[in-house]
T-cell receptor
Framework: DGGITQSPKYLFRKEGQNVTLSCEQNLNHDAMYWYRQDPGQGLRLIYYSQIVNDFQKGDIAEGYSVSREKKESFPLTVTSAQKNPTAFYLC????????FGQGTRLTVV | DAKTTQPTSMDCAEGRAANLPCNHSTISGNEYVYWYRQIHSQGPQYIIHGLKNNETNEMASLIITEDRKSSTLILPHATLRDTAVYYCIVRGVSMNYGGATNKLIFGTGTLLAVQP
């Protein structure tokens, strides 16, 4: 919302395949975040980046990887090592106030 | 980041004020109180935040107790579109890169159901 674009909105993948989720922002924010949400649960932090070319693991980073080559972009790769990849994935940007995208719902079959 | 405790769910009649409580007894002096809400299947939406003074904006008011161990989010005239999960978060805000963490830690929030 408000300059954060996540794509696609729905994504289906076969088990064992890596998949990359896109997050782009035009808000000129340094900080970007990736969260995962499971049904009926709150959001859990996967990775975050406070500046280009730097990122830190969150609480549930295992099975995920990220890159931050440009300020505008913070893609998340869900690897085959992630045991339960089916979830709702949310990207956020900002420092004082975090702004969230509309999410990508990933289903692995 | 300090943990928060919120009721699992609350009801509110349309047009009435919705008062959502949050306990954060372990909050430290440099941590802010943030409120977000999430409507089903959408990304969370920022509502308001404060340090120790009460805050008001076009969406809501935030009342923080003097000891800062609890707060209340007030939606003055709830509408059906305010039905959502409301998250109370405490978070340190640092302007330094590197070691500082500005991450938001979400709990399970309060499901507010506004009834017609």
């Amino acid at each position: 919302d408000g300059g954060i674009t996540q794509s696609p909105k729905y994504l289906f993948r076969k088990e064992g395949q890596n998949v990359t989720l896109s997050c782009e922002q035009n808000l000129n924010h340094d900080a970007m975040y990736w969260y995962r949400q499971d049904p009926g649960q709150g959001l859990r932090l996967i990775y975050y980046s406070q500046i280009v070319n730097d990122f830190q693991k969150g609480d549930i980073a295992e099975g995920y990887s990220v890159s931050r080559e440009k300020k505008e972009s913070f893609p998340l790769t869900v690897t085959s090592a992630q045991k339960n990849p089916t979830a709702f994935y949310l990207c956020a940007t900002g420092r004082t106030e975090a702004f969230f995208g509309q999410g990508t719902r990933l289903t692995v079959v | 980041d300090a943990k928060t405790t919120q009721p699992t769910s609350m009801d509110c009649a349309e047009g009435r004020a919705a008062n959502l409580p949050c306990n954060h007894s372990t909050i430290s002096g440099n941590e802010y109180v943030y409120w977000y809400r999430q409507i089903h299947s959408q990304g969370p939406q920022y509502i308001i935040h404060g340090l120790k003074n009460n805050e008001t904006n076009e969406m809501a008011s935030l009342i923080i107790t003097e000891d800062r161990k609890s707060s209340t989010l007030i939606l003055p005239h709830a509408t059906l579109r305010d039905t959502a999960v409301y998250y109370c978060i405490v978070r340190g805000v640092s302007m330094n890169y590197g070691g500082a963490t500005n991450k938001l830690i979400f709990g399970t929030g309060t499901l507010l159901a506004v009834q017609p």
